[in-house]
């Protein structure tokens, strides 16, 4: 496809792109799965455009500026986060006109060859719509999240409901406008193609969860240092689940699991997030008075890093409703930590399939607590968990960097 830079090189043309995102990506040097992916856009020449918004109460204007070889436009919109239901309800709809508006007095003379959007949410479609036919662009989705099936699965409401059927209009129309899919998976390649018939089979590839893994070294003072300063023992093996708390991560099966192994002094569970289910979680540690067990709000960043980096073995929960395949971005930190993985989830993601096959780690049905705990003593052999831990480090590297992503992208534009 033309290119409206005139400058080439080996990467092929160097092209313009617009990253549309509902997170606010303040920073492109802040690691994630955006941000390092963008980074790589960067670092090979491309012309990086990414709008984003800024909530209300931030009480800061709309901006256009250029920061670390990006240009960010920010868009001021109503809050949609630490707000009540109505408020974030009209504001996400509101988000498409405001970014619209945003793109068409900000950058308006930019011609773009590429958008790149993520789901959640599904409702970007108009400003997609407005670039694809203005610039003749390319559109490729990194679909994350499928709604609104996967709402239906946690019974927040039904399919035969108008909010369903609205929703389910709205992500029919997005995968309708995206010339690309890119999945996390396979079995989210195969979800789509089932569910969607008029999805082409040629436009949806697995482009996974992708991180630029930072070497970590496990160095024995700083883990001791960060154990004592959380009072967590040396001598067990230290499982942890850091992220979100919520109805996905069916907290009562952890719930299950964490007290049929109250009595289990070979492990300590470290649990440490926040999420709508939180309190549930903390009124349970609260009356069970478990001891080899803590859960933590938030901590300071660096010492959630330091402190996830110093367990031994990384947990996954999903809820066994799921019919769509989740796959947790939170599995790739625990890979780059060299750590390995003990996954309970429902039996529609693929994600326990990838883990087993890989060599570095478990999986059991997040209703199974006799498999749960049969995989969690087998992880206690310092011996195993060692071997897995370089298995995940080396599958990290060979199958889930920006790079790789980056690369399966940037295929359709050689």
Known sequence: MPSHNAETSDQGEKMNILFLSIGRLNDLEFRGIYTDLL?????????????????????????????????????????????NVIEKGISTIMIESLFLKAIKKHIKDIKFDLVIYSTP??????VIGYVKKRDNAKSYL??????????????????????YKYFRLKEKQLYAQSDFIGCMSQANVDFVLKNNAEVPTDTVEVCPNSIEPLTIEKDET??????????????????????????????????????????????????????????????????????????????PKDDYELLANSCDVGLIFLDKRFTIPNFPSRLLSYMQASMPVLAATDVNTD????????KFGFWCESNNTEQFNKTLQQLCDKELRKQMGVNARRYLEENYTSKHSYEIIMRHFK
């Open 121 to 126: 949410p599904i409702t970007f479609g108009k």
């Open 142 to 163: 990194l679909l994350k999240d499928i709604f609104p099936q996967n709402a239906v699965d946690l019974n927040m409401f039904s399919k035969n409901s108008l909010i």
């Open 222 to 299: 700083k883990v001791r240092k960060i154990r004592q300063k959380y009072n967590i023992p040396f001598d067990k093996t230290v499982f942890v689940y850091g992220g979100n708390l919520g109805k996905p991560q069916g907290i009562d099966f952890l719930i299950k699991c964490l007290k049929a192994n109250k009595d289990n002094n070979q492990v300590y569970f470290v649990i440490a997030g926040s999420g709508t289910e939180f309190n549930k979680l903390k009124s349970f540690f609260n009356s069970e008075k478990l001891t080899n067990a803590q859960l933590f709000a938030q901590l």
């Open 39 to 83: 980074r790589q856009f960067r670092d090979k020449g491309h012309k990086v455009y990414v709008v984003s918004p800024r909530e209300k109460r931030l009480n800061k204007p709309t901006e256009y500026v250029n920061e670390n070889g990006v240009q960010f436009l920010r868009v001021r919109i109503g809050n949609i986060t630490k707000t």
């Open 351 to 358: 994600i326990g399939k990838v883990i087993e096959q890989g």
